[in-house]
């Protein structure tokens, strides 16, 4: 293909409307009209003629810094190209120069696939030295931008690893990612986990401030359903980090052996004749006189002290405090929970 070169009126030159970059930086312009006074243009600008003059194809950035510089005129290339084939030819240009944010070039390559003058993305990507991957990445990744109104500060990365998501999982992901909850090079750990998890855990992963990480929500998946809610749960409510809540969630593992019933009669006839003691005591006249404060002093000592030398309903271990260390439950919920294992024994047993 024949080129004609020339000086060209800088005015004369006007910009590409195709020009796949949406935005040049002033400083940079500025920095490059610094040198253009010193040197003059070198490299030329290539344009095609039109009746408005000399449009840019390639090498707008170059005519804005020597319009900044003031320069009278600057060399071309003129080139002979249809106006269909502008864009392809501006994107070319840029994609060679590295000269394009990733949101700009894949706007490009979705204009140039939308007008329909290519039948696969083979074809587009031979005419841009592409891989075919390449071409069906920028295409999916505007349209997905588009659709679901995806920032441009957030990484063509971080699109495509949320490929295969919901709308509305991708759109919480980002958000994360967006609140600076996740690094952008997490993405894809939570994508995994978002999409093999159970619904428990997905909701957990994805809401705001959440301390349930892919870490923690692998630990968790190995649990039963109605045993996932509950971890879910206390590693929310305790606040745990990570490296805390891996070994807390281990302990939902350990199935608990049924107590014999005359344990659990033993245990049940002790905390009710607790219960009666504690109330008779705080119900007296000169413990009423102590107030709110002295009162609850007193039941937490009291009961401390009756229930030292019991052992635990369900594992027979000793305890130290008011709970159960050995499963975090308090009493009444260790009571319950041993009932139930026991009244499920019995039925079973009939």
Same mark, same amino acid.
């Given at each position: 293909?024949?080129?004609?070169?020339?000086?060209?009126?800088?005015?004369?030159?006007?910009?590409?409307?195709?020009?796949?970059?949406?935005?040049?930086?002033?400083?940079?312009?500025?920095?490059?009209?610094?040198?253009?006074?010193?040197?003059?243009?070198?490299?030329?600008?290539?344009?095609?003629?039109?009746?408005?003059?000399?449009?840019?194809?390639?090498?707008?950035?170059?005519?804005?810094?020597?319009?900044?510089?003031?320069?009278?005129?600057?060399?071309?290339?003129?080139?002979?190209?249809?106006?269909?084939?502008?864009?392809?030819?501006?994107?070319?240009?840029?994609?060679?120069?590295?000269?394009?944010?990733?949101?700009?070039?894949?706007?490009?390559?979705?204009?140039?696939?939308?007008?329909?003058?290519?039948?696969?993305?083979?074809?587009?990507?031979?005419?841009?030295?592409?891989?075919?991957?390449?071409?069906?990445?920028?295409?999916?990744?505007?349209?997905?931008?588009?659709?679901?109104?995806?920032?441009?500060?957030?990484?063509?990365?971080?699109?495509?690893?949320?490929?295969?998501?919901?709308?509305?999982?991708?759109?919480?992901?980002?958000?994360?990612?967006?609140?600076?909850?996740?690094?952008?090079?997490?993405?894809?750990?939570?994508?995994?986990?978002?999409?093999?998890?159970?619904?428990?855990?997905?909701?957990?992963?994805?809401?705001?401030?959440?301390?349930?990480?892919?870490?923690?929500?692998?630990?968790?998946?190995?649990?039963?359903?109605?045993?996932?809610?509950?971890?879910?749960?206390?590693?929310?409510?305790?606040?745990?980090?990570?490296?805390?809540?891996?070994?807390?969630?281990?302990?939902?593992?350990?199935?608990?052996?049924?107590?014999?019933?005359?344990?659990?009669?033993?245990?049940?006839?002790?905390?009710?004749?607790?219960?009666?003691?504690?109330?008779?005591?705080?119900?007296?006249?000169?413990?009423?006189?102590?107030?709110?404060?002295?009162?609850?002093?007193? =039941?937490?000592?009291?009961?401390?002290?009756?229930?030292?030398?019991?052992?635990?309903?369900?594992?027979?271990?000793?305890?130290?405090?008011?709970?159960?260390?050995?499963?975090?439950?308090?009493?009444?919920? =260790?009571?319950?929970?041993?009932?139930?294992?026991?009244?499920?024994?019995?039925?079973?047993?009939?």
């Amino acid at each position: 293909m024949k080129m004609e070169f020339k000086f060209v009126d800088v005015d004369d030159l006007v910009p590409n409307p195709f020009q796949p970059r949406e935005g040049f930086d002033k400083e940079s312009i500025g920095e490059l009209a610094d040198s253009l006074k010193s040197v003059g243009e070198i490299q030329p600008i290539i344009v095609r003629k039109n009746k408005k003059g000399y449009q840019i194809i390639a090498g707008e950035r170059r005519w804005r810094a020597a319009k900044f510089a003031k320069l009278k005129e600057v060399p071309v290339l003129i080139k002979d190209t249809a106006e269909e084939n502008v864009l392809l030819e501006s994107l070319i240009e840029n994609l060679h120069r590295l000269d394009l944010t990733s949101v700009e070039r894949e706007n490009a390559v979705h204009e140039l696939w939308k007008s329909g003058r290519w039948r696969s993305y083979a074809e587009l990507a031979k005419q841009l030295g592409k891989s075919d991957e390449w071409v069906r990445t920028n295409i999916e990744v505007a349209s997905i931008r588009r659709k679901e109104r995806i920032s441009t500060e957030i990484s063509t990365r971080a699109i495509i690893d949320t490929e295969g998501l919901a709308k509305e999982e991708r759109k919480e992901i980002i958000a994360k990612v967006e609140r600076e909850e996740i690094p952008v090079e997490r993405v894809r750990e939570y994508a995994r986990v978002v999409k093999k998890s159970s619904e428990p855990v997905r909701r957990a992963i994805l809401k705001q401030k959440s301390r349930i990480t892919p870490r923690v929500a692998d630990r968790i998946m190995e649990l039963p359903e109605k045993k996932q809610v509950e971890a879910i749960r206390q590693v929310e409510s305790l606040r745990l980090d990570e490296e805390e809540a891996i070994p807390h969630i281990e302990r939902f593992k350990i199935e608990m052996p049924l107590p014999p019933p005359e344990k659990m009669a033993e245990v049940k006839e002790r905390y009710e004749e607790l219960q009666r003691e504690i109330k008779a005591k705080l119900e007296s006249p000169e413990i009423k006189e102590r107030g709110m404060l002295g009162r609850n002093w007193l =039941a937490h000592v009291t009961v401390s002290g009756a229930l030292e030398s019991l052992r635990c309903p369900i594992c027979d271990k000793d305890w130290k405090n008011l709970v159960w260390k050995c499963h975090d439950l308090n009493i009444k919920e =260790a009571l319950k929970l041993a009932e139930e294992k026991y009244q499920k024994a019995v039925k079973k047993a009939k």
